[in-house]
């Protein structure tokens, strides 16, 4: 379970975030919908402890706060920018950001394997990402989430810029997990 309570995060003068307080449960698929400037990607900053709230807790899957390395390590993070290393290929970033996650061996190798054709991207796999379409770097950004076989995916903007074919695999993956 996600248990956010009483966040609070201001940045100067601005409040991003104010007195949010929410829980969901395993297994759940929950959005943030509003306007730019709203304050969602700041929620999942807190959310997965790249930011520190003013006030208010996080607490991820009953493990404790984003900020402990335990529980880092079973959240799987899909940003809303792509950050993936263009001259890599698809498998060589997974690689890289399983090892990262402490992964290594046989179990990084078949969590590589499965996250490439999960998101349908293992006929592809040994191209570099700059070669990639847009949808097709979305969906290793996707792959990237689920390497460590997180027990929380946190997904900013995951179909953004994405035609309705790849907006619609994204959405049937996520039901799938």
Known sequence: MISLRNLKKQFGAIVAVEDLSLEIAPGEIFGLLGPNGAGKTTTVNLAIGVLTPDSGTVNLAALGPPSSSRVRAKIGVAPQALALYENLSGEENLRFFGRLQGLGGRTLADRVAWSLEFVELGDRRRDRVKTYSGGMKRRLTLARSLVNDPEVIF??????????????LIWERMKTL
């Open 155 to 168: 997904m900013d903007e995951p179909t953004t810029g994405l035609d309705p074919q790849a907006r619609h």
